[in-house]
């Protein structure tokens, strides 16, 4: 069985091996095909990744090479982490925002828009070359905006199966389970919990935590409370909190508290792209250590804790015909009573042999549901905007954007938009 991962020379890879070893016995994969655009990146990752197989006996192998089609050719699973632009775009993408004084983030509000547009047109290339090449291969993508991507190939990929994945959901669970042990000593086996969410990538409610067929979500929401206000400086306003009797997902402190984000940006530099380049400089030299066979202790810096979890229990579970429940990002279907069926949700989902089934949910109060709405109206706009190249429909996805500029600076933000990421995005200058 081959895996392809695009975006192979992306700093995570080395935590994707360690998830694929640890699993060797359950899903059978022979070959892993690391395909990164950049020769230098993919020989540091790409040995360090065989140093880390070799180590271990060299349970499947891996391969290294530029060729996306040679990559995906007879692939049974396609892992996209790819960073159109590379982190200097991220870098753009920041400034861009803070240069209007608007969020600059590489998810949210006119970064993130940024980025969707470079992204789309090349995760659908990537979808139309596993059509031909590898039929019926699952599409896993861990690209962000993630949900947003996950949108574009829903609507113009949609016969290539693909599900959106993002590590905010296990980290959230992992977390809470954290918090009952430390509160209540109460030691429970992660297999045995599962979190109850509802929203889009990066702007989702957590509202349930099951154990064992029971919801003990008063007693977690009661001690997120408590640690609230024993904080000098807590994240969330505890009386949001209260009211909602839900924990948002840590991005809605965009939506919640622009006001103290933008004065955040105010202080860089650096900006997390910033940081984030500094920390990978650093993990690429470790990388090229010729006798380093193991993950450094840094690459916890770099953020996406439980990624391995997350990517190889989901491609574990389709393999294996499971049934498992994971947090995914997948058109709902109708599972949310009420919705728009076509939309991609941020939803609990049974993961099996046959697909991605999203789980039945209770649509969230209106005081969710308004933003969301919104943002689901920017996503699409933003889909046809870089499918087709449309100006003006660029130009009304920033207007729908809560995040985003006023009327009047719309097309200034546009304009500045396009000219900084002219390079990536010929479909607007054609």
């Known amino acids: 069985m081959k895996v392809a991962v695009i975006g192979g020379g992306s700093s995570y890879t080395p935590e994707l091996i360690n998830g694929f070893l640890e699993c060797v016995e359950t899903f059978p994969m022979t070959e892993l095909w690391l395909m990164d655009i950049s020769p230098q990146r993919l020989e540091v990752v790409g040995g360090f990744a065989q140093r880390m197989v070799e180590v271990k006996g060299t349970p499947f192998t891996i391969h290294l090479t530029t060729d996306r089609r040679e990559a995906i050719h007879a ?3 396609v892992i996209t982490q790819l960073r159109v632009g590379c982190m200097a775009a991220r870098r753009e993408d920041e400034y861009l925002g803070r240069r209007h004084g608007l969020i600059g983030q590489e998810t949210t509000g ?16 990537i979808a139309q070359d596993m059509r031909e090449l590898a039929p019926g291969a699952l599409l896993v993508n861990f690209t962000n905006p993630s949900g947003l991507i996950t949108e574009a190939l829903s609507r113009h990929a949609s016969d290539v199966p693909a599900v959106g994945v993002c590590n905010v959901a296990i980290t959230t669970k992992m977390e809470i389970l954290k918090g009952l042990e430390k509160q209540q000593r109460l030691k429970i086996d992660p297999q045995r919990a599962e979190l109850r969410t ?19 979500w008063p007693q977690v929401l009661e001690g997120f409370i408590r640690k609230l206000r024993q904080e000098a400086e807590p994240e969330w306003d505890v009386a949001t909190i209260e009211t909602l009797r839900m924990i948002p997902n840590y991005y809605l402190q965009y939506y919640y508290y622009t006001d103290r984000k933008l004065a955040a940006q105010e202080k860089w530099p650096p900006s997390r792209a910033e940081e984030v380049m500094e920390i990978e400089d650093d993990l690429l030299r470790q990388y090229a250590e010729p006798d380093r066979s193991e993950s ?13 979890t997350v990517a190889t229990q989901l491609l574990n579970a389709h393999y294996n015909d499971l049934g498992e ?32 089934h999203p789980l039945p949910a209770e649509p969230l109060p209106p005081v969710c549901f308004g933003l969301l709405a919104q943002v689901k109206s920017y996503e699409i706009l933003t889909v046809e905007a870089a499918a087709h190249g449309d100006r003006d429909v660029a130009y009304q996805a920033l207007l729908a954007h809560p995040l985003g500029p006023s009327a009047d600076r719309v097309r200034a933000v546009l304009d500045d938009l396009l000219e900084t990421n002219r390079e990536y995005l010929p479909q607007f200058w054609t």
């Not at 916890?300 to 439980?306: H, N, P």
């Open 75 to 77: 692939a049974s699973y």
């Open 110 to 125: 006119v970064g993130g828009m940024a980025k969707a547009m470079r992204t789309i047109p090349v995760i659908l290339k």
């Open 198 to 216: 509802l929203g889009l990538n990066h702007l989702s409610w957590h509202y349930g935590f099951i154990v064992d067929g029971e919801d003990i």
């Open 296 to 308: 450094p202790k840094d690459l916890m810096k770099r953020g996406g804790a439980y990624y391995s």
């Open 325 to 356: 429940t994971h947090v995914v990002n997948v058109a709902h279907g109708g599972a949310v009573s009420g919705w728009p069926a076509d939309w991609v949700l941020e939803m609990p989902s049974r993961i099996d042999a046959k697909g991605i």
